[in-house]
């Protein structure tokens, strides 16, 4: 895993768009984001068991597992929104970046590649796009029943529950790092 400010220079989604200004992760940690790195499936089983994530699926995002719908796809991915869940994912293979926002409303792009995994907060404005190999393979799990509902941001979203009580806990005390 690798953290630092969005550039936010023109050009494709899935480049570095790297600022030259890193994140440490005791700021990631901040905003409630966890992360860890299993090169063993048996450590995702004892996290999922302690964190009570009952389900699991995997995605493949690429050109060849997707076909025509890849790129419509790769553009919902990066609409900017927040879940009403938590969002974890384990990389498999290949990678990604997500990028979230920090406190002060600026982009953070968090590189994740293999054996990477990443939980983020619910209520969490983020936005995800494959890196330039166009190929992700990620482990996502849940506390319930698989859903990926995403809810793009708006005066709605801004209103929501879950946003109220990620910005209470942004705002609050620290989050230890991990």
């Given at each position: 895993m690798r953290a630092y400010w969005f550039d936010n220079a023109p050009g494709d989604q899935r480049q570095l768009h790297d600022s030259g200004k890193e994140v440490a992760p005791s700021d990631l940690s901040r905003l409630g984001i966890l992360h860890y790195n299993f090169a063993d499936r048996g450590?995702?089983?004892?996290?999922?068991?302690?964190?009570n994530y009952k389900n699991r699926d995997e995605i493949t995002i690429s050109p060849e597992t997707m076909g025509d719908a890849y790129e419509g796809?790769?553009?919902?991915?990066?609409?900017?929104?927040?879940?009403?869940?938590?969002?974890?994912r384990y990389i498999l293979d290949g990678g990604g970046y997500f990028d979230v926002r920090g406190k002060e409303d600026g982009w953070i792009r968090i590189l994740l590649e293999k054996n990477d995994l990443m939980i983020m907060p619910?209520?969490?404005?983020?936005?995800?796009?494959?890196?330039?190999?166009?190929?992700?393979?990620?482990?996502?799990?849940f506390k319930d029943e698989p859903k990926w509902t995403p809810l793009n941001r708006g005066e709605e979203t801004d209103e929501n529950g879950f946003r109220k009580s990620y910005l209470a806990m942004r705002d609050g005390p620290s989050v230890a790092a991990h």
């Open positions: 450590d995702v089983d004892k996290l999922a068991q302690e964190r796809k790769v553009k919902m991915f990066f609409h900017e929104h927040l879940h009403e869940d938590e969002e974890i619910a209520g969490i404005y983020h936005r995800f796009t494959p890196d330039e190999k166009n190929y992700t393979k990620a482990m996502r799990l």
